[in-house]
């Protein structure tokens, strides 16, 4: 069974991990209904791919794209929608204002958040903590 | 939004949102403050339909605040229209019943300018912090996504306005107010609603045979108090604006609008305290011909207190230049990694208007904290 591809998370990111309902046109990954924009209409009288057993675009038909996708092709009308800031009203997803929020914060803030992927790339080092000679005191007491 | 608009489709929605709101609701709502220790997700059902509430209810305000004034000038000029036709209009004019139609028409404005301003102090009362909508509710959605599963999220939120007496801390003043301009302030203030009702009360009491009596007295009383309210009066002018200038009073608002604890999915404990300060400065001086001035400047401090634990399994330190400003160390305990952040805000203003904490802002102090570590394998 496919698992939902989309990073969930702020600081540090996580594959969502649910049951993957369909494919992103865009950025291919799989992802669950809850990720999905446009809600559960946009996928409904669409056929299954036979050999991975979710829904794709097929040729001729309106994209199907992931909330993260749709946040970041559609920065203008996205930003349009929460000029301001967050509106409970004027949101029929707030799920799209979290990851258009999430993206906006990225590009102006230069921050890379922490991944799942980094942490088998990462090495301890034992004296990383033993700084004497600095005069600003990170070292255990 | 922060800015309230016009619209008359959020005045029903306003009155829908509050009738469905529950208790826990309606107790946040009177009482103006949110506390209590819960999941980020029963968190959001508790807040998502008093922020709506809130959204609507501002909107509401502000439209009820627009009609009042264009149905009571409107009923105003109707009214005076209405005296003007009947003493001048040609006897033709009269019989025609455009009279009524003008009577009828100022009976309603002043209906509707009645029912907004009711409507605009009822929601008025029942107004929060924008800051409920703006910033606490964003940031406990983003805890929905970055929390633990099934963690508890403490919260305690301020959500009255800043200039409540609650938040008073203190007053200081550079003259000491004197108890006759105390008392003159009590007496005009009492003459004046006595006054009031007199007039009302005679100009609008039902004819009712035994009331005669009252009708008299009532007008007696208004005549009375019109003439001792005018010369108290002149009385009341020379205590206000004697004694020494400048007059300055300085009043301090310690607003500490929000404090939160969570555990986010990597099991990294972060707390955070904001204080608002707020100063408010009244200056009343005379000008060289004499004029007595009140002017008003207003200072606000705002501390935001940041408390982050990384845990020591997941992190390890990483060695880099420490950030400047706002950044401070603590001392790490042996299971985590604590980072202390304070960063202090100041802004000045000649009228009452800051804007409210940005969630970017505090999202980024955060983010350099996660800057300090890295994962371990």
């Known amino acids: 069974m496919k698992r939902c591809q989309i990073k969930t998370g702020f600081f540090v990111l996580k594959e969502c991990g649910a049951v993957a309902v369909a494919q992103c046109s865009n950025c291919k990954k799989n992802f669950c209904i809850d990720h999905i924009y446009g809600g559960l209409q946009t996928i409904q009288n669409r056929k299954k791919d036979e050999q991975s057993g979710l829904i794709k675009t097929q040729t001729g038909e309106e994209p199907i794209l992931c909330l993260e996708c749709y946040a970041k092709k559609n920065k203008e009308t996205v930003q349009k929608q929460y000029q301001g800031g967050y509106s409970s009203v004027n949101t029929t997803d707030d799920l799209l204002w979290y990851f258009y929020m999430r993206d906006s914060f990225y590009r102006d803030t230069s921050f890379r958040p922490f991944d799942d992927d980094d942490k088998d790339s990462i090495k301890t080092h034992s004296n990383d903590f033993d700084d004497d000679n600095s005069s600003n005191t990170f070292h255990d007491s | ?377």
């Open chain 2, 1 to 377: 939004m922060d800015k309230p608009v016009f619209t008359l489709k959020s005045f029903w929605l306003a009155i829908r949102y509050f009738l469905f709101l529950n208790n826990e609701q309606t107790k946040i709502l009177l009482l103006r403050k949110i506390e209590g220790n819960k999941s980020a997700v029963d968190w959001i059902s508790t807040l998502d339909s008093l922020t709506k509430f809130d959204e609507h209810a501002d909107n509401a305000r502000h439209t009820c605040f627009v009609l009042g004034w264009w149905t009571l000038l409107l009923g105003t000029v109707a009214y005076i229209g209405e005296l003007i036709f009947l003493k001048n209009a040609p006897m033709t004019w009269l019989e025609s019943g455009f009279s009524g139609i003008l009577s009828k028409a100022y009976s309603i404005l002043f209906f509707l300018a009645f029912i907004s301003w009711l409507f605009y102090f009822l929601f008025k009362r029942v107004d929060l912090e924008n800051r409920l909508r703006l910033f606490v509710y964003p940031l406990v959605k983003i805890l929905t996504e970055e929390g633990k599963e099934n963690s508890l999220v403490a919260l305690n939120c301020q959500l009255a306005v800043p200039r409540s007496k609650r938040y008073k801390t203190g007053v200081k003043k550079n003259f000491t107010p004197s108890a006759f301009r105390i008392w003159m302030n009590r007496i005009m203030l009492s003459i004046i609603t006595l006054g009031i009702l007199s007039v009302l009360l005679f100009n609008f009491m039902p004819e009712f045979p035994g009331l005669h009596q009252l009708d008299r007295l009532a007008g007696e009383f208004a005549g009375f108090f019109i003439i001792t309210g005018f010369v108290l009066f002149f009385v009341w002018i020379f205590s206000t604006f004697g004694g020494k200038y400048p007059k300055i009073t300085n009043t301090i608002y310690t607003y500490p609008w929000l404090s939160f604890s969570a555990r986010m999915a990597d099991d990294t404990v972060l707390s955070a305290d904001f204080i608002d300060t707020l100063l408010v400065r009244e200056v009343v001086k005379t000008n060289p011909r004499g004029k007595v001035k009140t002017k008003y400047k207003y200072g606000l401090k705002r501390l935001t207190s940041i408390t982050i634990g990384f845990d020591k399994d997941n992190y390890a330190y990483n060695a880099s230049t420490p950030a400047k400003g706002s950044f401070i160390q603590q001392k790490p305990n042996d299971k985590r990694h604590a980072f202390k952040i304070k960063d202090k805000e100041k802004y000045s203003a000649i009228v009452e208007k800051f804007q409210t904490p940005k969630l970017d802002k505090f999202l980024g102090l955060v983010a350099k904290a996660y800057g300090k570590v890295k994962q371990v394998a």
